[in-house]
């Protein structure tokens, strides 16, 4: 079975600050790993993806991630946080095996002025 | 940019009644999926359908749910007498079987309150 753990479920940066969430994940077998983004109120966005091609992953919104086996992490940081980055942070994990997402508990990212 | 829908997106209930939630994928996906997460927890899986059958379940998904492609677009999850804690955001994802068939694309979810 797969599993993810996101250290700290709240984190607060400055505007113009590093963002740096971490993600952990444990499985048998290589497995595919996501970010996605959940604004207040609204549904799941895909943020980014690893799939076993290049171990750095750019995606939306200037956000990337680092798939890094030997530490078995997946670490997702942005240059320069906005305030329009403010939301919730859902690292998950899944098996080409079985499909279904397994998901972290969550990073509540605050962005102060 | 196609994009997966869900009715109603807030629904409100009594304790034992029947709700049902709907969900329409993208057209050309064939793996649907329900997750819920309860407020102020993680995401969970509950069920993946392809070929008209249930592929997976987890132990959350017992004998009180159920789900249904009633046509060719629809997606429904079922749940016949509703407790207190199926109090929950109910996503419906889909995903390809061609190009990116790792990524599932999420609805928009569906709050479900029993009273």
């Known amino acids: 079975a797969q599993s993810v753990t996101q250290l700290g479920s709240h984190v607060s940066v400055s505007e113009g600050a590093l963002v740096l969430l971490r993600c952990n994940y444990s499985?048998?077998?290589?497995?595919?790993l996501f970010w996605y983004v959940q604004y207040p109120n609204q549904g799941l966005q895909l943020l980014l993806k690893y799939t076993s091609a290049a171990t750095l992953v750019k995606g939306i919104n200037g956000f990337e991630a680092e798939f890094k086996k030997s530490e078995t992490s997946f670490h997702l940081t942005k240059p320069s946080a906005h305030m329009s980055d403010a939301a919730e942070y859902f690292c998950?994990?899944?098996?080409?095996?079985?499909?279904?997402?397994?998901f972290g508990s969550g990073t509540q990212l605050t962005v102060l002025p | 940019e196609p994009e997966v829908t869900q009715t109603p997106s807030h629904q409100v209930t009594q304790m034992g009644q029947e709700v049902i939630l709907r969900c329409v994928p993208i057209s050309n996906h064939l793996y649907f999926y329900w997750y819920r997460q309860i407020l102020g927890q993680k995401v969970e899986f509950l069920v993946s359908f392809y070929n008209n059958e249930i592929s997976e379940k987890s132990e959350i998904f017992d004998d009180q749910f159920s789900v249904e492609r009633p046509d060719g677009s629809n997606f429904t999850l079922k749940i016949r007498s509703t407790k207190l804690e199926d109090s929950a955001m109910y996503f419906c994802?889909?995903?390809?079987?061609?190009?990116?068939?790792?990524?599932?694309?999420f609805g928009p979810g569906t709050r479900l309150l029993v009273l």
């Open positions: 994802a889909s995903r390809p079987t061609t190009g990116s068939q790792e990524t599932q694309y």
């Open positions: 499985s048998s077998v290589p497995p595919y």
């Open positions: 998950a994990v899944s098996v080409p095996s079985a499909r279904q997402l397994t």
